[in-house]
């Protein structure tokens, strides 16, 4: 049997970044996700997120790769939100997310991060966040071919009436 420890903190968002998770949503699509991926075997060890955006610390099993494990968790919460959930709208996750390793003596730390997201947000929006995270893991931005296609989208998109009642509702602590 191999030992392996490799901790992972996962960010992924809404499909053009909209604020679609009001806080009933993201307190049944947490456990979800907790359930499902405990079910395919990925451990995770938090989770939490905001209006548009989910954070995940999770473990990678020995057979397991990155873009298999959020492919799972993503693909298979959006089919759940779209199948099982009070949505008004056609549910799905932007097609990027983050991943970054994380070294066991930083766990409490990121872990707190994690579970804290509302409050964290209060102060701080996800566009914040974002370029912190970029600009902290050196990160750069490499459009490919489906990605300019889906930012073109996204500067089409129009705008939605529940988004923002969401992220009203977010600022009021609802």
């Known amino acids: 049997m191999s030992y392996i420890r490799i901790w992972v903190h996962l960010v992924f968002s809404t499909k053009y970044r909209r604020a679609l998770l009001s ?22 060890k938090a989770i939490g997120g905001y209006v548009e955006h989910v954070h995940c610390l999770l473990s990678l099993g020995s ?10 968790l993503k693909g298979e919460s959006s089919f759940w939100v779209n199948k099982y959930g009070t949505c008004s709208y056609r549910f799905t996750w ?16 990121v872990i707190a991060y994690i579970e804290n997201q509302e409050r964290h947000h209060a102060k701080q929006t996800w566009e914040e966040e974002e ?31 529940e988004e923002g009642r969401l992220k009203s509702q977010a600022k009021k602590g609802i």
């Open 23 to 44: 806080s009933e949503l993201r307190r049944e699509m947490f456990e979800h996700i907790r359930v499902n991926g405990a079910a395919k075997g990925i451990y995770l």
């Open 94 to 109: 932007q097609d990027d997310y983050y991943a970054v390793s994380v070294g066991e003596s930083q766990l409490p730390r």
């Open 63 to 72: 057979m397991q790769t990155m873009a298999e494990v959020a492919q799972l």
């Open 131 to 161: 370029q912190k995270f970029i600009d902290k893991y050196g990160f750069q931005l490499q459009l490919s071919k489906g990605n300019s296609d889906e930012k073109r989208e996204e500067a089409k998109a129009p705008g939605n009436e």
